[in-house]
DNA sequence: CTAGAAGTTGGAGCGCGCTCGAACGCAAGC
DNA sequence: GCTTGCGTTCGAGCGCGCTCCAACTTCTAG
C-alpha cells in the first residue's frame, strides 16, 4: 500500500496546501478550482517551480468568500466583475460595497419568496394529510 | 389597425384561455408553455377542433402550483414524477405527500443557509463600510 | 533511481432548462 | 375570400456551470 496520506510535507510544514486537498475542503472538485482560476475568479495562486499550485491560507479566505457568494445565487459572471474590482484594489471598494449591498437585498428579496412559497405548500400538504385522513 | 387585444372571445366568454394570455399571466413562455406540457408536466389541456390550445381554470391552479415547486427549486425530473404520481390518482396520494414534505423541509433547509449565508455577508458588508469611513 | 500517485493544460462534452427557427395551419376582422 | 397574426410541431441551439479526457509533467515514498 502505497502512503497518500495528506501528511506534513503537504499539510503542516508551510501551511500551503496542494489542490486535492482545497477540493476536499471546499467541497468544490479540483477541475472546478481550475476552472475558477482560469475564469479570473480566482488569481495569484502561488505554483511550485514545477508548476504545482499550492493554495495559501489568503487563497482559502477569498475562495470561502466566493463560495457564500455562489451559495447565495451570485452568478459566475458577477463573481467575475467582483474579482475584477478586487484586482484593481483601494479604489473600488465603493464599487464593491454597493455590489454586495445589492445582493444581499437580492438574497433578502430571495428568501422572502422561499418562505412565501413554503407557507402555501404548507397548505397544500395539509391538504393532503386531510385528504389521507379520510380515506381511512 | 388590427384590433387584437384580448377581448369577449378569448378571455371572458368561455373562460378558457389561450397560450399567449396564459404566458402573460404565469410569465412563462409560450414555448415554456408547451415545453412542460411535453415533458408531461401538464396534461389534458383542452383543443379547439383546429388543435389550438385552451387552458381552462383547472389548468392554471396546476400551474400555479408548478411555479411554486420551480421557484423553490424543484427540478423539472422532479416534477415529472410528482405530475406522474398525480396521474396515478388518489392511490398515490400519501407518495405525493411525502414528496411534498421532503421538498418542503429541503426548502427549510436552503431558507436557513441563505439566512446564514447573508449574516456573514452582512459582516464583509460591515467591513467595507468601515473601510470608506477610514477612507474619508 | 524508479514507480506510481497527483498535478498540469487545452479543449471537448454534458445536463439542465429553456429558446428559437422553419414551415406550416387555424381564426377572425375587413 | 383574403390578409394578418396567433397557433402548431419538430428539432436544433444556447447559456450556464461545471466535468471529463488525453497527453504529458511533477512529486514523493521506498
Known sequence: ?????????ALVEDETLPIAEVARRTGLSADTLRYYEKAGLIDSVRRTAGGVRRYAAGDMDWLAFLLRLRDTGMSIADMQR?????????ASVAERL???REHRDCVDR??????ENNRALDNKIAHYEELLEGER
Open 1 to 9: 500500500m502505497t502512503m497518500t496520506s495528506p501528511s506534513a510535507s
Open 110 to 115: 430571495r428568501i422572502r419568496s422561499l418562505r
Open 82 to 90: 467582483f474579482a475584477e474590482q478586487r484586482r484593481e484594489g483601494d
Open 98 to 100: 454597493a455590489l454586495l
